[in-house]
């Protein structure tokens, strides 16, 4: 029995090194399971920066909340960034962006971009209204928690991001 246990708690030890988190929890026939909860990597839109001078800035920030990292993303993570024609309802794609490889846990990744005056007429009007999305072809273990995010001008525009 003591022996039983000690290989228990090795295999225990190794599986949590190797995996992530042991989560430990007695039943009410007093008899115990174990689950083990794997770390991943968990990719958020965190923020649309917008910044307007002569040129408009856009900059859209992705970030890493989970404890892994979020590797291979070259071709797999698509970022884009949209504006609303307020007419018709519709997003209009401004820019996309497939070149991430890797976002390591707590990291933020920005893409700029920069727009000059007159060529998007959407972003000509006094408000405009931008979406960010983020999206997989091949999850593999990573999770998006926030898909999307909208930002206005010129409620959320800043002076110096």
């Known amino acids: 029995m003591k022996r039983t246990i000690i290989v228990f708690a090795v295999v225990l030890l ?3 090194y190797f995996t992530g988190a042991v989560v430990a929890t007695e039943n009410s026939s007093g008899s115990a399971s174990v689950m083990i909860a794997r770390a991943e990597a968990n990719l958020i839109v965190e923020n ?5 001078l002569e040129d408009m800035n856009f900059r859209v920030r992705v970030k890493n909340i ?3 990292a979020a590797r291979n993303l070259t071709n797999n993570l698509k970022v884009t960034l949209s504006v609303k024609n307020e007419e018709t309802g519709e997003w209009i794609l401004l ?3 497939q070149n991430i490889d890797k976002i390591l846990p707590g ?3 920005s893409r700029d971009f920069f727009e000059s005056a007159g060529s ?3 972003l000509e009007k006094e408000s405009f209204t931008l979406k960010a999305e983020i999206s997989l072809q091949n999850p593999g273990g ?5 898909a999307s995010l909208t930002r206005s001008y010129p409620q959320d525009a800043v002076e110096n991001p």
């Open 14 to 16: 190794a599986t949590v």
């Open 48 to 52: 649309i920066v917008i910044r307007k």
């Open 66 to 68: 989970g404890e892994d």
């Open 120 to 122: 998007n007429p959407n």
């Open 95 to 97: 820019k996309e962006w």
């Open 142 to 146: 990573i999770v998006i928690s926030q």
């Open 107 to 109: 990291q933020t990744v």
